[in-house]
Nanobody, 119 residues
Framework: QVQLVESGGGLVQAGGSLRLSCAAS????????MGWYRQAPGGQRELVAT???????NYADAVKGRFTISRDNAKNTVSLQMNSLKPEDTAVYYC?????????????WGQGTQVTVSS
């Protein structure tokens, strides 16, 4: 049984910063890609950032230069540092990991954490 637990969301004024974290626990044989996605009210879930097991990162154009994704392989965690936040960043943020469980790789999602940016 694998579980992802997120933390760090909240309310912040435009221009402020927040840091999200996500920790995986359970029977984990390895983790490939880790990432963050978000879903605004009435919108579809969209990619924010990903990081490979080797540390290669990828960002959505909307967050480039403002958000930084990082991972700690020893602790099975992924973080998202969000700076210069804008009202349009308001959404529920979900972490996602591709986790090797025995001989199978499965996608797991966190429960979601609300980020609200006021203008």
């Amino acid at each position: 049984q694998v579980q992802l637990v997120e933390s760090g969301g909240g309310l912040v004024q435009a221009g402020g910063s927040l840091r999200l974290s996500c920790a995986a626990s359970g029977s984990i044989f390895g983790i490939n890609v880790m990432g963050w996605y978000r879903q605004a009210p009435g919108g579809q879930r969209e990619l924010v950032a990903t990081i490979s097991s080797g540390g290669t990162t990828n960002y959505a154009d909307a967050v480039k230069g403002r958000f930084t994704i990082s991972r700690d392989n020893a602790k099975n965690t992924v973080s998202l540092q969000m700076n210069s936040l804008k009202p349009e960043d308001t959404a529920v943020y979900y972490c996602n990991m591709l986790i090797k469980v025995t001989t199978t790789v499965l996608a797991y999602w966190g429960q979601g954490t609300q980020v609200t940016v006021s203008s």
